[in-house]
């Protein structure tokens, strides 16, 4: 682990304006320019003419001046805050060893991997969320537009109105008069439960609670979990990081905080000298992070001083597994989602169709 580090600069706002896009163009850009021949400072300078964001022009020409100066990659990085400290620490590794290159290759690797996990999740939960929320904004339309009307064309009908059409009706009027109030202040609690459930960093555990109890929806973290962590832990332990600097570097970019809990405790446990057999035995609820088989695999590679490999064959199957399962969800979920949508259309039509059955029914025995 990285010891007598300076003191970091304070992060500037502007740094929060540049994505992790623009981080791991600079990182690859960095490894292919060395790998070809060129010194860290012509690399920087050559990096710097290719970027279009003024932010991270600014903090290239900084490292690179923090370079010219007699201060290492590394430090120089590490002065910006500019990424994490175990980036910070392979890149050092790298440095020292001579395989500052392949280092940096792994770096960006990395990068694109949490990117392209996290896209897999939203990809798998893009479709649901938008049937639902259009679903929604039809429902608040009709209830809030018409319904009232057919409120009052029913309450002047001289006709016994079924309990569907009367639930309706009444709701229905209660909107026709109520409804610039219910309306947005309905919107604006379910705008701040989803906040509250789902972005919040101290009440988002509730919402993850609630999408790991979804049977398709928890065995596809599951996987993408398992293919980050194996991989991930994998690359980084084959480049040299020490275990505990890899495992705080995929606690820091997961987005699950049951995960989150996991790899801090493991982490913990290693550095107090356990092994990963005594580490999983010791933390309840193993099993529905990890699958026995996986724990079986990952105790044997320690045991045979193969860990690294082991952790990237595991990251190379789960991959593969997760992008089947992302498609299989969208297949479940439509059927799941029309039926929602389905059942919604013929509670209205009903409400609608049956008065006017009697109407023509009461009509007839006239």
């Known amino acids: 682990m990285i010891k007598n580090k300076p003191a970091k600069a304070k992060k500037a706002g502007w740094q929060f304006f540049i994505g992790g896009q623009e981080k791991t163009a600079l990182i690859e850009n960095l490894a292919l320019l060395l790998s070809s021949g060129l010194n860290v400072s012509a690399a920087l300078l050559a990096v710097q003419e290719e970027t279009k964001s003024k932010s991270l022009k600014l903090i290239i020409s900084n490292v690179n001046t923090d370079v010219e100066n007699g201060l290492t990659l590394w430090r120089a990085l590490e002065k910006t805050d500019f990424f994490p400290d175990s980036i910070i620490a392979l890149i050092r590794i790298g ?105 919040n960093k101290k009440t988002r555990f509730i919402g993850q609670d609630i999408i790991l109890l979804s049977p398709g929806i928890k065995k596809l973290i599951r996987e993408l979990e398992l293919a980050r962590f194996g991989y991930l832990l994998g690359t980084l332990l084959d480049a040299g990081l020490p275990i505990e600097t890899a495992l705080d570097s995929i606690k820091t970019s997961g987005a699950f905080i049951r995960y989150q809990k996991f790899y801090t405790f493991l982490k913990n446990s290693i550095e107090s000298g356990n092994s990963f057999q005594k580490s999983f035995s010791h933390y309840r609820h193993i099993n529905s992070l990890i699958p026995h088989s996986v724990q079986q695999m990952i105790i044997a590679g320690e045991q045979s001083g193969n860990l690294a490999n082991i952790l990237i064959k595991i990251g190379q199957s789960y991959t593969e597994k997760t992008e089947m399962t992302t498609k299989n969800i969208v297949i479940i979920l439509e059927p799941i989602l029309l039926i929602i949508v389905w059942l919604g259309v013929i509670t209205v039509a009903l409400s609608i169709i049956l008065p006017i059955y009697s109407l023509i029914g009461g009509l007839n025995k006239y």
């Open 95 to 199: 440095e020292e060893s001579g395989r500052l290159s392949a280092n940096l290759k792994i770096v960006s690797e990395q990068t694109e991997k949490n990117h392209k996990f996290r896209s897999q999740l939203r990809s798998a939960m893009m479709y649901p969320v938008f049937v639902l929320a259009l679903t929604l904004i039809i429902a608040i339309g009709i209830a809030w537009f018409i319904l009232p009307r057919l409120a009052t064309v029913f309450s002047q009908l001289d006709i016994t109105l079924p309990p569907i059409t009367q639930i309706m009706i009444n709701f229905g009027s209660f909107l026709g008069t109520y409804g610039y109030l219910v309306v947005p202040a309905f919107i604006f609690l379910l705008l701040l439960t989803i906040y509250f459930l789902f972005f």
